[in-house]
């Protein structure tokens, strides 16, 4: 193999493993938090669903019903901002 065809095969290489690494393998590597009901209020569990994140004190009844069922199913979001700005737009 040729100097040349050696160096377009390793970027050929190299540019498909960027494309790889730049979509997500899966749903959960970009959610990395989760908004669920408990005792009802709603938690922020980090990841792993075992620790917590954000106590909110937002009780699930300041949601809708139809919201109340996804609450209580839990919901994943990938930053802290979506959280936020989803939970202003049920409770202002």
Request: hydrophobic share 35%; proline share 3%; aromatic share 12%.
């Amino acid at each position: 193999m040729s100097s040349e065809t050696a160096v377009e095969n390793h970027l050929a290489e190299s540019s498909s493993e960027e494309e790889s690494e730049a979509e997500p393998a899966n749903q959960e590597s970009i959610n990395k938090y989760y908004l669920v009901c408990e005792d009802n209020f709603l938690l922020v569990f980090c990841k792993d669903k075992s620790t917590v994140c954000l106590y909110t004190h937002v009780p699930i009844t300041d949601f809708p019903e139809d919201e109340q069922a996804r609450l209580r199913a839990g919901i994943w979001f990938s930053s802290m901002m979506d959280i936020f700005s989803y939970l202003e737009s049920y409770t202002s």
